[in-house]
């Protein structure tokens, strides 16, 4: 079981930038790939990003393909997501999941969850 804390969240204005943060407790880091979600009030939670327990791969939903970066430090047992030109959009709750599978863009293959940190981009 990895447990997870995102930190990072906060109030910006339309184009600006935030990086979240994801600090994993655990003996499996990584071997676990990691993913970023996220769920806007009264709407469905939808995957952002995604990037395998090496770095090699990396996924990104559409919506933010070109604006967000996801990235991990092995070492530190942390991932990040680096999120450009924000948009009021992305206002929502950012969750970060660990799955020890394959990498993918499905909540039902992640294992642990954070508890989320609020993302809130004004207009």
């Known amino acids: 079981q990895v447990q997870l804390v995102e930190s990072g969240g906060g109030l910006v204005q339309a184009g600006g930038s935030l990086r979240l943060s994801c600090a994993a407790s655990?003996?499996?880091?990584?071997?676990?790939?990691m993913g970023w979600f996220r769920q806007a009030p009264g709407k469905e939670r939808e995957f952002v990003a995604a990037?395998?327990?090496?770095?090699?791969?990396?996924y990104y939903a559409d919506s933010v393909k070109g604006r967000f970066n996801i990235s991990r430090d092995n070492a530190k047992n942390t991932v990040y997501l680096q999120m450009n030109s924000l948009k009021p959009e992305d206002t929502a709750v950012y969750y970060c999941?660990?799955?020890?599978?394959?990498?993918?863009?499905?909540?039902?293959?992640?294992?642990?969850w954070g508890q989320g940190t609020q993302v809130t981009v004004s207009s």
């Open positions: 655990g003996r499996t880091f990584s071997s676990n790939n």
């Open positions: 990037i395998h327990w090496s770095g090699r791969s990396i």
């Open positions: 999941a660990a799955a020890a599978g394959i990498i993918s863009r499905q909540q039902r293959h992640y294992n642990d």
